[in-house]
């Protein structure tokens, strides 16, 4: 890193020149397309702490002698930087003509992708959203080229990034993530953004180690106007359409924007994958004077959507890419029995105090309303899941008793015919009973959240050196969780009881249960979060540096309304509260070596308590928590040089990041060496470890042409042997419902040095885009994408996996060569994907329209986003068995990325 710094500085340092004496650089800036338009922004002297801001179209900024880099920027219109040398005169560069920013239309690209990553489970969820609002080439090509195959920048989950709006966090407490669909469908008017990257010090919160956006919604801010939107897709959605309008500031002082959208699919580009989606916005700002203004927001984004499966390899050989085993016909129409459902208006009201050296932001929002995830659920009954193992052929194959290729070959042709959901069969079964008991329920797992969040941060410059940030968070939480009966699907009640072990879920209610009624389980969880931070910046003529601390208090409680007949002291009623402490730093130094050279290295110390879904172990049925329960610690830096000379821009960074500590409580049916159950299994002292480095750069070939490269080159691993210990679900033993030591304890998941399942760890594209003076653009970039990995199975790694289940013994050919064979990790096939994209912009009797269009993955090439080892088979020779063919029940199942895609959108401006 020393050696590659020296070179560069070496071939592209320029000596600044001692001042002399002040100079000035004017100029005018205009829309070429339509002059007359009033523009405003800022411009900057980079790396100084030169600025100044553009008023009526023009600017003028005092510097000294030296070699520069002006940098103007506008609101939706590209950064302009040009080099400027200061000898003995001022210096006036005339008129500067902006362009239109491309990125304003790339960002409607995105959201398609961000939106197909959400449609799938939370664990491959990828941060595309968080990524629009920079414009690091680097982040850039990792949220519109490598988003489309799950990467996750620098392999950090989405909840290690902080979403605010209006300074307000959105972090969701239930699981540490942002909720982009509680937003989504406005892209208009949640543009203006401030991201800061990593460990970067942000102004409105102490962030996460991955980055911090805060989406800014003042009216005042935005473009007065209207905008008209129309797209098409063969993604996510099939269509959308949205209106923007924002008035201009009245002489009352008011102003404000309302936005709405509506996007659609009957299925998106997996089959069977419905897409329904509105989304209202309004904004009222009102500035009482010129030190106070008051911003009320109003956000009510509702999506609903039909949710797609991993499949195994057996399954995809048989049906392709696009297959989803969730739907079938019922009256010709498309019926999908998991849907996902979320409904969660937010109401914001902010107080912003602003002098010259103060900002005080002061907010309170409202989150409230259901998320909805429907399943359908068989009791005593078949699987009505056409991929269940007992319907494909590798069944026959896989056989203890031999392998039977005649049935096999049954199986084959059946499921290829009766691949998805018999909505006919379902309804005959629930009539087959005299009393009309159900054995099939469509229902519905409900968390019925509401949310409220005060904060208010204050950002104050002491002097041209020093300021501070400083800011107070509370946040409340009450959420509802239960199932309820969405449609009994012809029959007339259902038989609310554990069909394994006979018991009652609702002791105390009827076990009769109909449409629209609670059932199997109901609890409520409460939390609450106070969060405190302060932060002092320095700014000297050569080096910039910054000092960080966060407190961060927050505490958990299960309250059981349902009385369980397994559980029946720990089902009901509070449970005791779960309390975690974190005091937390970080730190950032910049130095400059000239104005086009300069270096960083930030560092971060956090203790970061675990989230709801991980401390509490069974909370459908008990109150269980996981015992000695610790926060997460992390330790991570990262070190970059940055360039920006006139043709040649860029950053090349290293980053290590040890996460210890961690807990995941997973639930799954097992045949283990000790037993077969559903069971919840209980991970501790989780230690990971991330390190890479990360390459951006950027050369402009021509005032047309500018040539992209990019790479990504990591390591993501697990880096100790965790705890593991298991609890049967059946269980009538209360006291293993609350005691840890109750549990089968496995011990140590021997996973050291295994690779993490957090997408592709190896990233390289390389971009070239044309501009042409006549408003029109295209651009595309070949990538390179690899080392992404499998998640794996950490209880098929423990000590149990070697017993026989029959004699309690070792088995007897379950030497270290033949585990490590079975258990070697899945590594995904590398490719390559080509992006195209495009535009064109005119001005037509006054109003701006414009057209972007894209293709994605323009080869159709087939390839694996994720995937994650299945744990039923959780002994030797269960798995064995199931491994003597090359297409094993219970093998990998996998996500498959989008074939060639298409994005076109056409938008008018007036």
């Known amino acids: 890193m020393r050696l590659f710094i020296n070179i560069l500085s070496l071939l592209f340092a320029v000596n600044t020149v001692a001042a002399q004496g002040k100079y000035t650089i004017k100029a005018t800036v205009e829309d070429p397309q339509k002059k007359s338009l009033q523009l405003a922004g800022t411009v900057d002297i980079q790396n100084t702490n030169s600025t100044t801001s553009i008023i009526n179209n023009a600017f003028k900024i005092p510097v000294n002698k030296g070699n520069y880099i002006i940098k103007i920027t506008v609101k939706d219109y590209s950064t302009v930087k040009l080099p400027i040398t200061i000898t003995n005169d001022n210096i006036d560069l005339g008129t500067i003509y902006l362009q239109k920013d491309i990125t304003v239309e790339k960002v409607d690209n995105l959201i398609t992708l961000t939106d197909a990553a959400l449609s799938e489970e939370e664990t491959s969820t990828i941060t595309s959203g968080l990524l629009q609002a920079t414009r690091d080439v680097f982040l850039s090509r990792a949220a519109f080229d490598f988003g489309q195959a799950f990467f996750r920048v620098r392999g950090y989950d989405s909840k290690y990034s902080k979403v605010l709006i209006n300074g ?38 102490f962030g996460g180690i991955l980055g911090t956006t805060n989406i800014n919604t003042q009216p005042s801010k935005m473009r007065p106007g209207t905008r008209v939107s129309f797209s098409a897709a063969n993604r996510t959605y099939t269509g959308r359409v949205m209106t923007t309008h924002t008035s201009s500031t009245n002489k009352k002082g008011i102003t404000y924007s309302i936005s709405a959208s509506r996007r659609w699919a009957k ?199 020093f300021t501070i940030d400083s800011g107070i968070l509370y946040k409340n939480l009450s959420a509802k969780n239960y199932a309820i009966i969405d449609d009994l699907l012809g029959a007339e009640y259902h038989l609310d009881i554990d069909t394994f072990s006979n018991t009652s879920n609702d002791v105390n209610g009827n076990n009769n249960k109909t449409n629209n009624q609670i059932f ?127 043709k040649l821009t860029g950053r090349v960074s290293a980053f290590y990041s040890l996460f210890n500590d961690k807990t995941d409580v997973n639930f799954f049916f097992v045949e283990s060496g000790i037993g ?8 501790t002292g989780i230690d990971k470890k991330h390190k890479g480095i990360e390459i951006g750069l950027e050369y402009e070939l021509s005032s047309a042409v500018k040539v992209t490269g990019v790479a990504a080159i990591a390591d993501y691993t697990y880096n100790n042997n965790p705890n593991v210990a298991i609890n049967f679900d059946t269980t009538n033993n ?14 140590e998941s021997n996973i050291k040095n295994y690779k993490l399942a957090q997408g592709p760890q190896k990233a390289i594209a390389i971009g070239l885009e044309y501009r042409d003076p006549k408003y029109w653009w295209i651009s595309g970039s070949a990538n390179f994408l690899g080392n992404n990995y499998a998640n794996i199975s950490t209880i098929t790694r423990t000590r149990s996996f070697y017993l026989n289940p029959d004699t309690n013994e070792p088995f007897t050919d379950a030497t270290p060569e033949n585990v490590n064979k079975l258990l070697a990790q899945n590594k995904m096939k590398d490719f390559y994907l080509l992006n195209i994209v495009g535009g064109k912009s005119w001005i037509i009797n006054g109003k701006y329209v414009s057209v972007f269009a894209s293709v994605n993955n323009v080869f159709d090439t087939v390839f694996k986003t994720g995937g994650y080892e299945q744990s039923r088979n959780g002994n030797y020779g269960q798995m064995k068995q199931d491994n003597l063919s090359t297409s094993p029940s219970f093998g990998t199942k996998y996500w498959y990325g989008y074939g060639r895609t298409y994005f076109l959108n056409l938008a008018i401006s007036f």
Do not use: C
């Not at 407490?173 to 460990?199: A, C, K, M």
């Not at 369980?564 to 005091?583: C, D, H, M, Q, W």
């Not at 077969?676 to 991970?683: H, I, L, M, P, T």
């Not at 209360?734 to 011990?747: F, P, T, W």
């Open 168 to 205: 307000i966090a959105m972090n969701n407490i239930s699981d540490g993530r942002p909720q982009w669909n509680n937003w989504g469908g406005l892209n208009d008017v949640t543009r203006n953004q401030e991201f800061t990257y990593g460990l970067q010090p942000a102004k409105y919160s």
């Open 267 to 465: 299925q998106g580009y997996l089959n069977g994958t419905l897409y329904d989606a509105y989304s209202v916005f309004g904004a009222l700002e009102y500035k009482l004077n010129s030190k106070n203004t008051l911003l009320a927001t109003a956000i009510a984004a509702t999506n609903r959507r039909g949710r797609s499966s991993a499949v195994t390899e057996e399954v995809f050989l048989l049906k392709g890419r696009k297959y989803n085993p969730y739907w079938g016909l019922q009256n010709n129409k498309i019926r999908n029995s998991r849907e996902r459902k979320i409904t969660q208006p937010i109401l914001m009201f902010n107080h912003i105090y602003t002098t010259t050296n103060t900002t005080i932001n002061t907010g309170v929002s409202y989150k409230f309303g259901p998320h909805k995830k429907s399943r359908l659920g068989y009791y005593n009954a078949p699987n009505p899941d056409a991929t269940y193992y007992r319907y494909l052929p590798s069944f026959y194959i896989n056989s203890p008793i031999g392998a039977n290729f005649e049935s096999a070959e049954t199986a084959r042709q059946s499921f290829i015919k009766n691949s998805q959901i018999n909505w006919g069969n379902i309804y005959n079964a629930n009539n087959t009973y005299e009393d009309a008991k159900a054995s099939y329920v469509l229902y519905n797992d409900v968390v019925d959240d509401k949310t409220i969040t005060f904060n208010s941060t204050a950002n104050i410059t002491l002097n041209k050196h």
């Open 520 to 646: 199997s389980y109901n609890y409520n969880l409460t939390a609450s979060n106070l969060n405190a931070f302060a932060q002092i910046k320095a700014t000297y003529k050569k080096w910039y540096a910054s000092l960080a601390i966060n407190t961060n208090t927050i505490s958990y409680q299960r309250n059981g309304l349902f009385k369980n007949e397994r559980y029946p002291e720990t089902s009901i009623g509070k449970s005791n509260k779960v309390n975690f402490n974190a005091l937390n730093f970080k730190g950032s130094f910049t130095y400059k070596i000239n104005g086009r050279h300069w270096v960083n290295g930030k560092f971060a110390l956090i203790k970061k308590p675990p989230t709801i879904q991980n401390t509490f172990i069974n909370p459908r049925e008990n109150n269980a928590v996981v015992n000695n329960i610790k926060n997460q610690t992390i330790r991570t830096g990262d070190v970059n040089y940055f360039i920006r000379l006139p």
């Open 676 to 683: 077969s159950d559903f069971v919840q299994e209980v991970v």
């Open 734 to 747: 209360d006291e293993n419902a609350i005691n840890l030591e109750g549990y089968s304890n496995l011990g």
